[in-house]
C-alpha cells in the first residue's frame, strides 16, 4: 500500500538474503517447486550384475567351510599333516604361476614387486611359523574348549563382516588379523606341533593369498571368475557335508539367500526408491579456480 491507500506495485519475491524484502522469512512463491528432481543420480541394479557381485559373499563362506573342514579331518585323524603341507604347496604354486601370468603390463616409472622378494616373504612367514608351532601348540591349553570354540566363531564371524567384498585385495588388515586369530585358537587343539604348522600355512593361503588371486581373476577374466565362486560353493557345501549334513544344508540356505534371493530383493525394491532434491537442500561450495588467479 501507497501512503493514501493505493495499491503499490507488486514486488516480485527473489531468493536472496542480502536484500530487505516485504515478505515473511519463510515465504516462497510458485517457482518453488519448478527445481524439484526426484531420483537424481540413482543407479539401476541388474538382477545377474548384482548376483555377480554377491557370488564374493558367498565364496568367503565357503572358505571359511572349508578351512573349517580341514580342521575337522585333521583333529579326527582323517588328514595327515603331511599331505595338507604337501597339497597346499601345490596349490599355492599353482596360484601363484597364475596370478603371475595374468599380471598387467607395469606402468612407466613403477617398479613390480620380483618373484625373488615374494620367495623370502614366503621363506621368512614359513620359518617362524615352523618355529613357533610348539608354542602356537601350548597356546591355550590353560583355556577351556568351549571358549577356544567361541573366540573361533567371533573371529571368524568378524573375518567375514569386515571382509573388503568389494576389491578383496588386499585383504583388509581387521578381516586378516581376525581369520589368522580363530586360525591359532583352532590349531592349538590339534594333535601335534606339525598339525599346528599345516593349519596354519593352509590359513596363510585361504585368508591372505587366495583374496588376491580371486581379485585377479575378477579384472582379468569375470566368465572364469563366476565358475571359480560357484565351484568353490559347491566344494565347501560337499566339504561340510562329509562332516555335518545339518550345517552343509545351513550353508546352502545362506549361499542361496546371500546370492539369489537378496539380489531379487534389492532389484524389486528399488523401484520404490524415492529421493527428492531441491532448493531446501543445503547449499554445497564448489571452488572455482577461475575465481582465484593468485
Given at each position: 500500500?501507497?501512503?493514501?491507500?493505493?495499491?503499490?506495485?507488486?514486488?516480485?519475491?527473489?531468493?536472496?538474503?542480502?536484500?530487505?524484502?516485504?515478505?515473511?522469512?519463510?515465504?516462497?512463491?510458485?517457482?518453488?517447486?519448478?527445481?524439484?528432481?526426484r531420483n537424481e543420480g540413482v543407479r539401476q541394479y541388474c538382477y545377474w550384475a548384482v548376483v555377480k557381485e554377491a557370488g564374493v559373499v558367498g565364496q568367503q563362506l565357503s572358505c571359511v567351510a572349508i578351512f573349517l573342514t580341514l580342521w575337522l579331518y585333521m583333529e579326527q585323524g582323517l588328514l595327515s599333516p603331511e599331505l595338507l603341507l604337501w597339497s597346499?604347496?601345490?596349490?599355492?604354486?599353482?596360484?601363484?604361476?597364475?596370478?603371475?601370468?595374468?599380471?598387467?603390463?607395469?606402468?612407466?616409472?613403477?617398479?613390480?614387486?620380483?618373484?625373488?622378494?615374494?620367495?623370502?616373504?614366503?621363506?621368512?612367514?614359513?620359518?617362524?611359523?615352523?618355529?613357533?608351532?610348539?608354542?602356537?601348540?601350548?597356546?591355550?591349553?590353560?583355556?577351556?574348549?568351549?571358549?577356544?570354540?567361541?573366540?573361533?566363531?567371533?573371529?571368524?564371524?568378524?573375518?567375514?563382516?569386515?571382509?573388503?567384498?568389494?576389491?578383496?585385495?588386499?585383504?583388509?588388515?581387521?578381516?586378516?588379523?581376525?581369520?589368522?586369530?580363530?586360525?591359532?585358537?583352532?590349531?592349538?587343539?590339534?594333535?601335534?606341533?606339525?598339525?599346528?604348522?599345516?593349519?596354519?600355512?593352509?590359513?596363510?593361503?585361504?585368508?591372505?593369498?587366495?583374496?588376491?588371486?580371486?581379485?585377479?581373476?575378477?579384472?582379468?577374466?569375470?566368465?572364469?571368475?563366476?565358475?571359480?565362486?560357484?565351484?568353490?560353493?559347491?566344494?565347501?557345501?560337499?566339504?561340510?557335508?562329509?562332516?555335518?549334513?545339518?550345517?552343509?544344508?545351513?550353508?546352502?540356505?545362506?549361499?542361496?539367500?546371500?546370492?539369489?534371493?537378496?539380489?531379487?530383493?534389492?532389484?524389486?525394491?528399488?523401484?520404490?526408491?524415492?529421493?527428492?532434491?531441491?532448493?531446501?537442500?543445503?547449499?554445497?561450495?564448489?571452488?572455482?579456480?577461475?575465481?582465484?588467479?593468485?
Amino acid at each position: 500500500m501507497g501512503p493514501d491507500g493505493v495499491p503499490g506495485p507488486a514486488i516480485p519475491w527473489r531468493k536472496v538474503l542480502w536484500e530487505r524484502q516485504p515478505f515473511p522469512d519463510n515465504y516462497v512463491d510458485q517457482r518453488f517447486l519448478e527445481e524439484l528432481r526426484r531420483n537424481e543420480g540413482v543407479r539401476q541394479y541388474c538382477y545377474w550384475a548384482v548376483v555377480k557381485e554377491a557370488g564374493v559373499v558367498g565364496q568367503q563362506l565357503s572358505c571359511v567351510a572349508i578351512f573349517l573342514t580341514l580342521w575337522l579331518y585333521m583333529e579326527q585323524g582323517l588328514l595327515s599333516p603331511e599331505l595338507l603341507l604337501w597339497s597346499s604347496l601345490v596349490v599355492s604354486l599353482l596360484g601363484y604361476g597364475l596370478y603371475q601370468a595374468m599380471r598387467p603390463q607395469p606402468e612407466t616409472g613403477y617398479h613390480p614387486r620380483t618373484q625373488l622378494a615374494d620367495l623370502q616373504s614366503a621363506a621368512i612367514f614359513l620359518s617362524f611359523t615352523f618355529g613357533f608351532s610348539p608354542i602356537l601348540k601350548t597356546l591355550t591349553e590353560s583355556v577351556s574348549t568351549d571358549t577356544v570354540y567361541a573366540m573361533s566363531a567371533m573371529m571368524l564371524l568378524a573375518h567375514l563382516v569386515s571382509f573388503p567384498y568389494s576389491q578383496p585385495t588386499p585383504p583388509g588388515s581387521l578381516s586378516l588379523n581376525a581369520a589368522l586369530f580363530a586360525s591359532v585358537c583352532l590349531a592349538s587343539r590339534l594333535p601335534g606341533a606339525l598339525h599346528t604348522f599345516a593349519m596354519l600355512s593352509c590359513a596363510l593361503m585361504m585368508f591372505a593369498l587366495w583374496p588376491c588371486l580371486l581379485q585377479r581373476v575378477r579384472e582379468n577374466a569375470p566368465g572364469q571368475f563366476i565358475g571359480l565362486c560357484v565351484g568353490i560353493c559347491f566344494c565347501g557345501v560337499g566339504g561340510l557335508g562329509s562332516q555335518w549334513l545339518g550345517g552343509a544344508v545351513l550353508l546352502a540356505l545362506a549361499l542361496g539367500s546371500v546370492t539369489l534371493l537378496c539380489p531379487l530383493m534389492l532389484v524389486r525394491l528399488q523401484r520404490h526408491k524415492d529421493n527428492i532434491h531441491g532448493p531446501w537442500d543445503e547449499a554445497e561450495i564448489h571452488e572455482d579456480l577461475g575465481l582465484y588467479p593468485y
